[in-house]
C-alpha cells in the first residue's frame, strides 16, 4: 500500500528565510503527490502536484516542490518565507485500487511557523 | 462559483447519540469524498462517492455510512456514536474524479462527542 511520512510534526523558520516542509513517500509504480495546506478554521487548500515531468513542481503562492525518485522525497520549499505562510501542511499521494478507482493518502501534518 | 459546503459547522453531541453531516460539492462536480481529521493522525479517508455511487470505502466500522444525491450533494451518517469520534469531517469535491485532479475542500464539520 502507498503512504507519505511527514518527518517533522513543527517547523520553525524567520521570516525571510527560505523554508523546507519534508515529506517521503512510499509506492510501488509512478507516484501522484499533492502538497495541501490548512488555515485555522479551514478546510485544506490546493497547493501543487507531481504527477509527471519536470522534477520541480511550482505552485500557488510561491512555494514549490521538488520530487527525488532516489530518495523518495517530495519535499516542499519556498525561497523567503512569510508570516502569512504560518498554517498547517500535508502531503499526499494517491492510493490506487485493482478497480481503477483511488483515494488518497495523507500525511499526518507540519505545522509550519514562521516568526517575525 | 460556490465552494464546497458543509452543514453544520459544529455539533455536539452524546455517546450513542446518532449525527449527520451534509456536504455540498461545487456545481458540476461528481466526486464527493470524506475525511477524519484528528490531531496527530492527520487525515483518514472514510469514503468516496462517485454518480451517486460508493467507489471506495476506509477502515472505519460499520457505524460510518454515506450516500450521494443525484445532485452531487452527499451525507454521511455516523450511528452510536462513540467519545472517539470526536474529530473535523472534511468532505472534498472533484469535478470527474479520476485522481488526478486537485481536491476541493470544504471547511468542515466539528464534531463534538461527550
Known amino acids: 500500500a502507498q503512504s507519505v511520512a511527514q518527518p517533522e510534526d513543527q517547523v520553525n523558520v524567520a521570516e525571510g528565510n527560505p523554508l523546507t516542509v519534508k515529506c517521503t513517500y512510499s509506492?510501488?509504480?509512478?507516484?501522484?503527490l499533492f502538497w495541501y495546506v490548512q488555515y485555522p478554521n479551514r478546510g485544506l487548500q490546493f497547493l501543487l502536484k507531481?504527477?509527471?515531468?519536470?522534477?520541480l513542481v511550482k505552485g500557488s503562492y510561491g512555494f514549490e516542490a521538488e520530487f527525488n525518485k532516489s530518495q523518495t522525497s517530495f519535499h516542499l520549499k519556498k525561497p523567503s518565507a512569510l508570516v502569512s505562510d504560518s498554517a498547517l501542511y500535508f502531503c499526499a499521494v494517491r492510493d490506487m485500487f485493482g478497480s481503477g478507482t483511488y483515494k488518497y493518502i495523507f500525511g499526518t501534518g507540519t505545522r509550519l511557523k514562521v516568526l517575525a | 462559483k460556490a465552494g464546497v459546503t458543509q452543514t453544520p459547522r459544529y455539533l455536539i453531541k452524546t455517546r450513542g447519540q446518532q449525527v449527520t453531516l451534509s456536504c455540498s460539492p461545487i456545481s458540476g462536480h461528481r466526486s464527493v469524498s470524506w475525511y477524519q481529521q484528528t490531531p496527530g493522525q492527520g487525515l483518514q479517508f472514510l469514503f468516496e462517492y462517485f454518480s451517486e455511487t460508493q467507489r471506495n470505502k476506509g477502515n472505519f466500522p460499520g457505524r460510518f455510512s454515506g450516500r450521494q444525491f443525484s445532485n452531487s450533494r452527499s451525507e454521511m451518517n455516523v450511528s452510536t456514536l462513540e467519545l472517539g469520534d470526536s474529530a473535523l469531517y472534511l468532505c472534498?469535491?472533484?469535478?470527474?474524479?479520476?485522481?488526478?485532479?486537485?481536491?476541493?475542500f470544504g471547511s468542515g464539520t466539528q464534531l463534538s462527542v461527550l
Open positions: 509506492v510501488s509504480g509512478n507516484p501522484y
Open positions: 472534498a469535491s472533484t469535478e470527474t474524479g479520476t485522481g488526478v485532479e486537485k481536491l476541493f
Open positions: 507531481y504527477i509527471t515531468g519536470d522534477n
